[in-house]
């Protein structure tokens, strides 16, 4: 599953040791990526590898670059750290790093990268975005602080001392299965003629099957019964958990919320194959491997 399988321990033990953090920041084994407008820098051709960079490097580069600390990003088996460098604010409106290779945006890259290095990625961006937009105490309104490695801010007003934590956002994504048929639908942000499967934030208060068969019912106006959990991914657009599911649907009758999807309909597994193998006389495409969507409809039509 594309952005999981991270090949770096990501050492919790070491993130409230202060000494150990500035001492790794300090160490010509640790590494870093650079992340500029929440691109990447890569190198590569069709199979891309991640550009780590010292301390040095990133320094002489982008001067002021450490003055926001680094979010760390686990250690690999010989010990050494690897830590994540904004370089917004510090870089200019060109990319920097022209030597070393080209910033790419996550999702062209993610399926080209080997080695588990997409699961780091999605650590990387998730966790500076995160930073970009929670600068300020969400209780008091006061500057908040970079601490743990990054992965706390705590409010800078004695008085308030609020903490607070990164998010991860689940969303549920679920292949509505009605015997040999499952639903598609599409939104309208989606590539023209691409259908995909269902998927929704889950809300407060509820369980997964309860987001699933709500969604379900909201945006396509299908009553689901049983609901079988298969596999997740971390999805960092910004920060989401897609938690994929199947789901049996009781009934057939589509009735579409517009504001949601701009068409839906029952497809058979052996069209879907079909659309699989190539053929665009069906006149839909589907998802493409990264996403956990394609994942789930691989793995029914395989059945
Ligand atoms: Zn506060």
Same mark, same amino acid.
């Given at each position: 599953? !594309?952005?999981? %399988?991270?090949?770096?321990?990501?050492?919790?033990? @070491?993130?409230?040791?202060?000494?150990?953090?500035?001492?790794?920041?300090?160490?010509?084994?640790?590494? @870093?990526?650079?992340?500029?407008?929440?691109?990447?820098?890569? $190198? #590569? &051709?069709?199979?891309?590898? *991640?550009?780590?960079?010292?301390? =040095?490097?990133?320094?002489?580069?982008?001067?002021?670059?450490? +003055?926001?600390?680094?979010?760390?990003?686990?250690? &690999?088996?010989?010990?050494?750290? @690897?830590?994540?460098?904004?370089?917004?604010?510090?870089? #200019?409106? $060109?990319?920097?790093?022209?030597? =070393?290779?080209?910033?790419?945006?996550?999702?062209?890259?993610?399926?080209?990268?080997?080695?588990?290095?997409?699961?780091?990625?999605?650590?990387?961006?998730?966790?500076?975005?995160?930073?970009?937009?929670?600068?300020?105490?969400?209780?008091?309104?006061?500057?908040?602080?970079?601490?743990?490695?990054?992965?706390?801010?705590?409010?800078?007003?004695?008085?308030?001392?609020?903490?607070?934590?990164?998010?991860?956002?689940?969303?549920? /994504?679920?292949?509505?299965?009605?015997? &040999?048929?499952? *639903?598609? %639908?599409?939104? !309208?942000?989606?590539?023209?003629?691409?259908?995909?499967?269902? +998927? #929704?934030?889950?809300?407060?208060?509820?369980?997964?099957?309860?987001?699933?068969?709500?969604?379900?019912?909201?945006?396509?106006?299908?009553?689901?019964? +049983?609901?079988? @959990?298969?596999?997740?991914?971390?999805?960092?657009?910004?920060?989401?958990?897609?938690?994929?599911?199947?789901?049996?649907?009781? !009934?057939?009758? /589509?009735?579409?919320? !517009?504001?949601?999807?701009?068409?839906?309909?029952?497809?058979?597994?052996?069209?879907?194959?079909?659309?699989?193998?190539?053929?665009?006389?069906?006149?839909?495409?589907?998802? +493409?491997?990264?996403?956990?969507?394609?994942?789930? *409809? &691989?793995?029914?039509?395989?059945?």
């Amino acid at each position: 599953m !594309t952005f999981s %399988g991270s090949l770096l321990d990501p050492a919790d033990r @070491y993130r409230n040791d202060e000494n150990w953090i500035k001492a790794r920041l300090d160490d010509s084994q640790s590494r @870093y990526l650079v992340l500029w407008t929440l691109q990447v820098l890569v $190198t #590569g &051709d069709e199979a891309l590898a *991640l550009v780590w960079l010292t301390r =040095s490097d990133v320094e002489n580069e982008l001067p002021g670059a450490f +003055a926001a600390a680094p979010v760390f990003l686990g250690v &690999d088996a010989e010990g050494a750290a @690897y830590f994540a460098v904004d370089a917004d604010g510090v870089a #200019g409106e $060109t990319a920097p790093f022209p030597g =070393s290779g080209q910033f790419l945006e996550l999702r062209a890259t993610a399926s080209r990268l080997q080695g588990g290095e997409a699961g780091i990625l999605a650590r990387a961006r998730s966790m500076v975005d995160w930073h970009k937009r929670h600068g300020f105490c969400a209780c008091c309104g006061q500057i908040s602080y970079i601490t743990r490695g990054g992965y706390m801010r705590k409010c800078s007003n004695l008085a308030c001392g609020a903490e607070h934590f990164p998010r991860v956002d689940p969303v549920v /994504i679920m292949l509505i299965i009605r015997g &040999d048929n499952c *639903l598609l %639908g599409r939104q !309208t942000r989606f590539p023209d003629g691409m259908f995909s499967v269902l +998927a #929704g934030f889950i809300e407060p208060g509820e369980t997964i099957e309860e987001a699933v068969r709500r969604e379900s019912h909201e945006e396509a106006g299908i009553r689901v019964g +049983a609901v079988r @959990y298969v596999a997740s991914q971390p999805w960092p657009f910004p920060s989401n958990l897609m938690i994929g599911c199947e789901a049996e649907a009781l !009934t057939e009758e /589509i009735t579409l919320d !517009t504001q949601e999807l701009e068409a839906a309909f029952w497809v058979s597994r052996a069209d879907i194959r079909r659309v699989m193998a190539g053929d665009k006389t069906l006149g839909f495409s589907l998802p +493409a491997s990264v996403a956990i969507a394609r994942q789930l *409809l &691989d793995r029914w039509v395989g059945e």
